[in-house]
């Protein structure tokens, strides 16, 4: 961030009054533009004993599997998000369960939020941010091409509470790659 | 938003190719500029059978009661916010629990995160952001005087759920107030 958005000068580093960082301030009108950690939201649609997977046409990641997913808009609710960006990424219909795994990745500032889905009806496929969707069995998931680790974890859990017989939210925060 | 943060040069709302909504786009250099919702993170910090609330000193809500929440920073977890926002508004140190409630708020683009916590001693004091900091037991919270309805639910589920003996994660989304 270089010009404030507010009125086109140049902005600043500094502490405001009562602050305990340093912002970006407007060196013209004052104002302070504060930056924060983005919210993505997705689904994990199932279809009897299958989970639906979206290969992504986009990058980061283009080419490897993951679930439907994306930023949060405004005016919109985690659930909402996760409705659209699976109509959107996946071009299917969902009824929403609960919400599932919370996976905290600070090195990147983002939060991704999953929750469990059912699958609607058959009738999905690919959106503009997708090459291919498909439905996967547990010994069918591409492990190897999973885009995301919070993708990832997700899946893990799934397949693993099925197991057990139930489903249980779990927060998880993930360091730096080793 | 009027001018875009990476250039100074003035911003159009226009919808970008392969997006369906408008952002804000700049007219010189097309950096898209989006708006997302923020996190707010929070602890609700026990010591025996009381709850430690804050009294704000600031906008919204000034002079009314709340526990110790505010804003995700850059870098951070959902957990390190919530103990950081404790130390700044209470200078309180906890151990943190299990993530206990989120609270959609699409109304303002908020989702706010409650953490069970445990006050680790009582060498609590206001923060710059609160006028006053005290321990309640349940009959002595003040419903009337509580800050925000994220924060009244994440008090209410507690209480209800300390007497049948054991915590669920919930989440909540809040409408308009009518």
Redesign the interface.
Known sequence: ???????????GLRVPA?D??PRHVCTACGSI???????VAGALPIWEDKVLLCRRAIEPRSGFWTLPAG??????????AAIRETL?EACARIELG??YT?V?L??I?Q?HIIYRARLLDLDFAPG??SLETRLFAEHEIPWEKIAFRSIYLSLRHYFKDRANGHFL?R?E?LGALS
Chains 1, 2 share one sequence.
């Open positions: 961030m270089k010009y404030c958005s507010a009125c086109g000068a140049e902005v009562g305990q960082r533009h504060y930056l924060n950690p983005k919210l930023f949060m808009e405004i005016g919109e609710s985690t659930g909402e959107e609960e919400m919370l905290n600070p090195q500032s939060v503009e941010e939210f927060e925060t």
